[in-house]
Nanobody
């Protein structure tokens, strides 16, 4: 049984930083796509960043234009944990953030929620101005 458990959300002022973590169990990330989605109140879910583990030493990262240059996605294989480092946070980054995992062997369509098979419960991020 696959479980994705997010942590690290909270409240921060604009310009601040947060690091989200996602502990994965029952899932092998090698040659598969994992990502962070977010959903702001009243808005559709949006893909923020994705990572494809090509092998144990090589990952490919993808970012939405809205977070490029501010967010960094990474993965620690030994702990089977996904991270999202968020810097220079803006009020528009306020959302519920979800860790997601796919059984597909690429991140070709990573911005589509339907690309992913497993979703965590989410962790809330609030950025105040």
């Amino acid at each position: 049984q696959v479980q994705l458990v997010e942590s690290g959300g909270g409240s921060v002022q604009a310009g601040g930083s947060l690091t989200l973590s996602c502990a994965a169990s029952g899932y092998t990330a090698s040659s598969r796509c994992m990502a962070w989605f977010r959903q702001a109140p009243g808005k559709a879910r949006e893909g923020a960043a994705a990572i494809y583990a090509y092998n144990s030493n090589t990952n490919f990262a993808y970012y939405a234009d809205s977070v490029k240059g501010r967010f960094a996605i990474s993965k620690e294989n030994a702990k089977n944990t996904l991270y999202l480092q968020m810097d220079s946070l803006k009020p528009e980054d306020t959302a519920m953030y979800y860790c997601v995992a796919s059984l597909r062997s690429s991140c070709d369509n990573w911005s589509s929620p339907s690309w992913f098979d497993y979703w965590g419960q989410g962790t809330r991020v609030t950025v105040s101005s």
